[in-house]
């Protein structure tokens, strides 16, 4: 599965948030090995649409769909050029799929800053400027071989990549990342820039401050487009030893609906470029992972590969008009059932039985 690494100075809270993270997954039991090293975990991706269809199915078992987070330690000041456990770092994050960075905007005069005040834009910025710092020594060692390359083929794509790798220099200069720029990813791909990454944004608050819209505000700013979160990783970590009602109290009374590792898995999901469709019998209700934009038999192949060889059509019903009709033949003499073929572009809570040949 895709992974997010999850990174952020020292004593900011990343440990506690992957604490509650991983403790949290009242799914482990579905997944033995949730904890696959100690700084790598499986997560379950809130769905309450799987209850719904566990109760029209009468599903045994509910499945969802995951996603892995890495607590990757050791970014500080230098990391770019070595310092403290720089170059395991930059490794340990290439790998991954997406960048958390976990900003501390919590004060607490017991826990020490490494630079002092707390103080996020500076925060940010001390991160951003070793990835970028660590993408400009990768794009100094690429262009000279890009440049030969060109002049050896002369083809279309090597100039196209290495248009947009100059361009992501020029903008790494100027102190901006690859992936606020919106540069093309696709044509960065064989750098593995680390600021091409998707970034997400982790606030780790005071629990009074959790409420403070025009504090939400000014923080977002900082990091749009990229998308920003809002939690205390203490409080976080004292829900997931709650009840699920005494935790939603505890939630509500600092006016907060979801939990902030619900929303991290969500929004880190949908930052990762995923989705997911829906099938349900008596044995499972399961959410399964597709990027967004993958067709009917592209969906079908995530089950396995002979269901996309074979592919037919596949059969879909909304989730919506499932849980409205009651079950899927009602739903078919309303007209709700759809058969769709191979060039179907699968939609967000598509509920779907495949037709196939083996
Ligand atoms: P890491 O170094 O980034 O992994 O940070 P840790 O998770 O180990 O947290 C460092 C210290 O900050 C610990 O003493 C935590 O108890 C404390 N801490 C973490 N999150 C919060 C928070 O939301 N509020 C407060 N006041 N302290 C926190």
Request: proline share 4%; glycine share 8%; aromatic share 6%.
């Amino acid at each position: 599965s895709l992974s997010i690494g999850i990174v952020g100075l020292p004593n900011v809270g990343k440990s506690t948030l992957f604490n509650a993270l991983t403790k949290n997954d009242a799914l482990a039991a579905n997944y033995p090995f949730a904890t696959i090293e100690p700084n790598v975990g499986i997560v379950g991706v809130p769905d309450p649409r799987l209850d719904g269809l566990a109760k029209v199915f009468g599903s045994a078992k509910i499945i969802p769909a995951t996603i892995e987070f890495v607590d990757i330690a050791g970014i500080v000041k230098g990391a770019s050029e070595g310092q403290g456990l720089g170059n395991k770092f930059l490794a340990n994050i290439r790998d991954t799929d997406a960048i958390c960075q976990v900003i501390r905007a919590f004060n607490d005069p017991d826990v020490t800053h490494v630079d002092g005040e707390t103080d996020p834009l500076r925060d940010i910025e001390t991160i951003n400027t070793e990835l970028i710092l660590a993408d400009l020594q990768t794009i100094e060692k690429a262009i000279p071989r890009l440049e030969k390359e060109v002049k050896l083929k002369k083809d279309k794509d090597a100039i196209a990549v290495l248009d947009e790798v100059r361009k992501a220099e020029a903008i790494l200069n100027e102190g901006r990342t690859a992936f606020g720029a919106g540069l093309d990813r696709v044509l960065l791909r064989e750098l593995h820039l680390l600021t091409a990454k998707p970034f997400l944004y982790v606030f780790n608050l005071d629990d009074e401050e959790l409420g403070d819209e025009t504090l939400r505000a000014k923080l977002r700013d900082l990091v749009a487009p990229a998308e920003a979160i809002f939690l205390s990783a203490k409080i976080e970590s004292e829900l997931i030893e709650l009840p699920d009602d005494e935790a939603l109290e505890l939630l509500q009374s600092m006016g907060q609906e979801e939990s902030g590792l619900a929303q991290l898995v969500r929004v880190g999901f949908d930052t990762l470029g995923l989705q997911t469709y829906l099938t349900a019998g008596p044995k499972e209700a399961r959410a399964w992972t597709i990027k967004k934009g993958a067709t009917a038999p592209e969906a079908a192949g995530v089950i396995h590969s002979d269901f996309q060889r074979g592919f037919i059509k596949a059969e879909i019903v909304s989730y919506a008009d499932l849980i409205a009709e009651g079950s899927v033949p009602s739903a078919r003499s309303a007209g709700k059932a759809r058969m769709e073929g191979k060039d179907y572009v699968m939609r967000d809570g598509d509920v779907v039985e495949f037709r196939f040949n083996v």
